[in-house]
């Protein structure tokens, strides 16, 4: 119960899926969390699971006048942070002939400004000893139809932790990356998909899984948090979560 008491963190996508599960495990652990979402029914939600160790506030992290709020709201509540878990993002499944520079540019305002300008406004909060994490993807390198302006936004953050982790190592700040395959999560990572869409998506993960099933937003979540707290030997590292798929193991008989 007391696990994380004393421990301050920020949490962007915070209201759901893995991003919950990680503001859970840190509440119930005794921890303080500031957590951001853009659905009131998920914000609502957040609020009544979590309790009142959690400051669940709506901000949008394409909106640079929302992440200096949050900066500045941080700064008042919690002061100095031991963890800002950058994980707020948007997948589009769209193949190369549906792209356009509207979603292109949505894309790239949430999962790659957006990422980096709340790591820089929340930076010179962590504490010395803290740390940053990033949800990258294995769409980083897994050449998947129909994600390449997603899987382009996740390898930019891929080189942001690499280059944050270098320049903030003076300060004793650690940067690394969680990288998830197939989660189980409400929207499956493409709130937009259809139901239809998202079904066969569902189907896609287990079939080409070696581990052949989805994982859970609680794994992920054990990955997060060894990260934040446990690999204090461990910088500018990705750590994937995806039962073996972006290392392309094959099953024993297969």
Do not use: C, W
Not at 68 to 85: C, I, N, S, Y
């Amino acid at each position: 119960m007391s696990e994380y008491a004393g421990k301050k963190a920020v949490i962007t996508g915070g209201t759901i899926g893995i991003g919950l599960a990680t503001a859970a495990a840190l509440t119930e652990g005794g921890a303080e969390v500031v957590l951001t979402g853009r659905n009131e029914r998920n914000l609502q939600a957040a609020r009544r699971e979590l309790g009142p160790r959690a400051h669940v506030v709506r901000s949008d992290t394409s909106s640079m006048a929302d992440i200096d709020t949050l900066a500045a709201l941080v700064r008042d509540r919690l002061g100095q942070v031991d963890l800002v878990f950058v994980n707020a993002g948007i997948a589009l499944l769209e193949p190369l002939g549906q792209v356009t520079e509207k979603t292109y540019d949505q894309t790239f305002d949430v999962n790659a400004k957006g990422a980096y300008f709340t790591a820089q406004r929340l930076a010179p909060l962590v504490r010395e000893g803290g740390s940053l994490v990033f949800t990258t993807s294995i769409a980083n390198g897994s050449g998947t139809p129909g994600m390449s302006v997603y899987a382009g936004t996740k390898a930019a953050l891929r080189s942001f932790t690499k280059v944050l982790a270098a320049e903030l190592l003076p300060r004793g700040i650690r940067v690394n990356a969680v990288s998830p395959g197939f989660i189980s999560t409400p929207t499956m990572g493409a709130a937009e998909a259809t139901p239809e869409e998202r079904a066969a998506f569902e189907r896609l993960g287990d079939r080409i899984t070696p581990m052949g099933r989805h994982g859970s937003v609680h794994e992920v979540t054990a990955a997060v948090l060894f990260l934040a707290f446990g690999a204090t030997f461990t910088t500018g590292a990705e750590l994937t979560v995806d039962g073996g798929l972006a290392h392309r193991l094959t099953p024993a008989g297969a």
